[in-house]
């Protein structure tokens, strides 16, 4: 811990799990009674209802400078989390006061891969692509998932691939692929691998 300091009450110093997730962050406390209001990385916050145990890092020192809240990881047992106002909230057990949960801003929320409800068939955990290879049904290599972006009802795929210039250097680019049945032809999540029909010049 910090010099002098001590975690708030309901969080215990721990260690992330080995499989453990960045699944979000606390954007501020919601209300008087210790609830939070959380950013989820995923248009689909499914996983943080799935599990009562969050573990919480100590935010970026850009996005929030001087925490003192705590150090290093803690965990903590969540009483409930639900959708409200179409952002997600979530009560802590042991933190019953506004200024606990304001004290907690900026936090980092880590899960533990295994704890996430299993997909349905067809349906993949934005998570689970990111690092995947993209390549076409004739085998070219279309590079790899660098992120995935929500667009309405669709998802993007977001692909980093090198990109060899007019005069022979290479340099980094990205290609954009609706992540839909159209496109996508097979996700090999155990070959590290997605199939589309598409070519490098769309």
Same mark, same amino acid.
């Given at each position: 811990?910090?010099?002098?300091?001590?975690?708030?009450?309901?969080?215990?110093?721990?260690?992330?799990?080995?499989?453990?997730?960045?699944?979000?962050?606390?954007?501020?406390?919601?209300?008087?009674?210790?609830?939070?209001?959380?950013?989820?990385?995923?248009?689909?916050?499914?996983?943080?209802?799935?599990?009562?145990?969050?573990?919480?890092?100590?935010?970026?020192?850009?996005?929030?400078?001087?925490? *003192?809240?705590?150090? +290093? #990881?803690? @965990?903590?047992?969540?009483?409930?989390?639900?959708?409200? &106002?179409?952002? =997600?909230? /979530?009560?802590?057990?042991?933190?019953?006061?506004?200024?606990?949960?304001?004290?907690?801003?900026?936090?980092?929320?880590?899960?533990?891969?295994?704890?996430?409800?299993?997909?349905?068939?067809?349906?993949?955990?934005?998570?689970?692509?990111?690092?995947?290879?993209?390549?076409?049904?004739?085998?070219?290599?279309?590079?790899?998932?660098?992120?995935?972006?929500?667009?309405?009802?669709?998802?993007?795929?977001?692909?980093?691939?090198?990109? *060899?210039?007019?005069? +022979? #250097?290479? @340099?980094?680019?990205?290609?954009?692929?609706?992540?839909? &049945?159209?496109? =996508?032809? /097979?996700?090999?999540?155990?070959?590290?691998?997605?199939?589309?029909?598409?070519?490098?010049?769309?």
């Amino acid at each position: 811990m910090l010099p002098g300091t001590q975690p708030s009450a309901g969080l215990t110093p721990s260690s992330l799990p080995d499989d453990a997730l960045e699944v979000g962050r606390i954007l501020d406390a919601w209300g008087v009674k210790g609830w939070v209001k959380i950013l989820p990385h995923s248009t689909d916050p499914e996983a943080l209802f799935s599990t009562k145990s969050w573990f919480l890092q100590v935010p970026d020192a850009k996005f929030r400078p001087g925490f *003192t809240a705590f150090s +290093g #990881t803690v @965990s903590l047992k969540v009483d409930e989390s639900k959708i409200h &106002s179409g952002t =997600v909230v /979530a009560k802590f057990n042991g933190l019953d006061e506004r200024n606990a949960a304001e004290a907690l801003r900026g936090a980092r929320i880590f899960l533990s891969r295994s704890s996430f409800p299993a997909a349905s068939t067809d349906e993949y955990y934005w998570v689970d692509l990111i690092g995947l290879n993209v390549v076409n049904r004739e085998g070219i290599a279309l590079g790899c998932v660098r992120d995935l972006m929500a667009t309405g009802p669709n998802s993007v795929l977001c692909i980093e691939y090198t990109a *060899t210039e007019e005069d +022979g #250097t290479s @340099s980094s680019a990205e290609r954009m692929i609706p992540f839909v &049945s159209a496109y =996508v032809d /097979a996700v090999d999540i155990a070959g590290k691998c997605i199939t589309v029909d598409w070519q490098p010049d769309y």
